[in-house]
């Protein structure tokens, strides 16, 4: 089972990003969609359409460079998965005042929890189960660390946070919790 | 010419500058290792402070070329510490609770900042704050005393400069970060018991006034 966490920064630009798989296993979902789906498999865009359609459970297709597409795992379809999350993050961030809101979108087997620093930076996780308060422990201290790497004089919040005192750390916590 | 740096380099010249010995520094642990509340309420003395804001008004002086860019550049630099100390309040004051919340309507907002921000900057909350009777989108907090214009006397030829624009950029930033951009601008208002008192001016966008209108 695996997550993924994007860190944006106030101005949305991407400043860290974590793929974490965890040895818990995998709920099967089973997508209404994707069962339904014809198969595409001659169309340039066969991948990206069965992995956006959820159809992580259809074979695996092969197209001329021999490269493994489909299966929502794709990491364009992550990517594309969390940006589009951010328009729910901006519409409920304005009404909830909480900072982390849980399950903001969900896509196909993905859900996005969000998490909205007091600073507005956001970090926005996509998760597969429904783990509402390890996710909120785990953003806590995301949260906790990014404040001590804000601290730092020689780092403004446009940045990507390259130090790997900081990735070990959000690794450990992700070990943790998730 | 080599003699005259030597005097300012503070590696060199021990009388004005007493650094910590580098051995301590080695052992110092890393920051994502430091407990953020530990230095919750510790002080630091005021005319340390006082010396550091000299030197930072003096530092900048040199590199402008008037009066605005001087403002314009301490509201810079206090725009810098302003979004630290957003995240290290919020943080301190949240960390511990259920459901940490951030604020999003302005008045509490406001009230955070004559409140949490002055105490955490400046250890005592600011004076008061106000609105404005003319225009809507405008907000005032007002220091009867500021802590960083203390030591500092403005000159006659630099009338209007006040040395608070630091503070500023720091309402501007915590504004900023939290939703309701602004423009934000430091007054000299001086009054016959309180020479030097300060008037921070908050003028919303209107973006911010209309959002207000819908939470209401």
């Not at chain 1, 014809?38 to 092969?62: D, E, I, K, V, Y």
């Not at chain 2, 003395?45 to 605005?68: C, D, H, M, W």
Request: glycine residues 4%.
């Amino acid at each position: 089972m695996s997550h993924h966490l994007f860190i944006l920064s106030p101005s949305d630009t991407p400043i860290y990003n974590l793929t974490y798989s965890s040895t818990k296993p995998t709920p099967t979902t089973i997508s209404p969609l994707s069962s339904n789906l014809p198969t595409w498999s001659t169309s340039a865009f066969a991948g990206t359409l069965t992995a956006l359609s959820g159809a992580s459970s259809t074979t695996q297709h092969t197209t001329g460079g021999g490269v493994r597409i489909g299966g929502g795992q794709d990491r364009h379809v992550i990517q594309m998965i969390a940006n589009a999350s951010l328009d729910a993050v901006e519409d409920v961030m304005r009404k909830e005042s909480t900072m982390y809101l849980k399950s903001v979108d969900k896509f196909n087997e993905w859900t996005v929890s969000a998490f909205i620093t007091p600073g507005n930076t956001k970090f926005v996780l996509l998760h597969e189960a429904k783990n509402d308060e390890a996710i909120k422990s785990f953003f806590l201290e995301v949260w906790e660390l990014y404040v001590k790497t804000m601290l730092n004089p020689f780092y403004s919040n446009q940045q990507m946070i390259r130090s790997s005192t900081f990735d070990t750390r959000v690794r450990t916590s992700a070990k943790k919790y998730l | 010419m080599n003699s005259s740096l030597d005097h300012l380099s503070p590696t060199t010249s021990s009388a004005r500058f007493s650094l910590p010995s580098k051995s301590t520094s080695a052992s110092r642990p890393n920051i994502y290792e430091r407990n953020l509340n530990k230095s919750r309420l510790s002080e630091v003395s005021a005319p340390s402070f006082s010396f550091l804001f000299s030197e930072i008004v003096q530092y900048t002086q040199k590199r402008v070329s008037g009066i605005n860019d001087l403002e314009r550049r301490l509201n810079t630099l206090g725009y810098r510490v302003g979004s630290r100390v957003l995240e290290i309040t919020a943080y301190r004051a949240e960390f511990s609770s259920k459901a940490p919340k951030r604020e999003i309507r302005l008045l509490p907002a406001l009230m955070a900042i004559h409140t949490q921000v002055w105490r955490a900057v400046y250890g005592k909350p600011a004076d008061a704050i106000e609105k404005s009777v003319e225009n809507v989108d405008e907000y005032m907090i007002i220091d009867n005393d500021p802590l960083i214009e203390r030591h500092i006397s403005v000159p006659r030829d630099f009338a209007g400069l006040s040395c608070s624009s630091f503070s500023a950029g720091i309402v501007e930033a915590v504004l900023d970060g939290l939703g309701f951009p602004a423009r934000v601008t430091a007054h000299h208002t001086p009054t016959s018991t309180y020479p030097t008192r300060t008037t921070i001016l908050i003028k919303l966008e209107k973006s911010v006034l209309d959002r207000e209108d819908i939470l209401k």
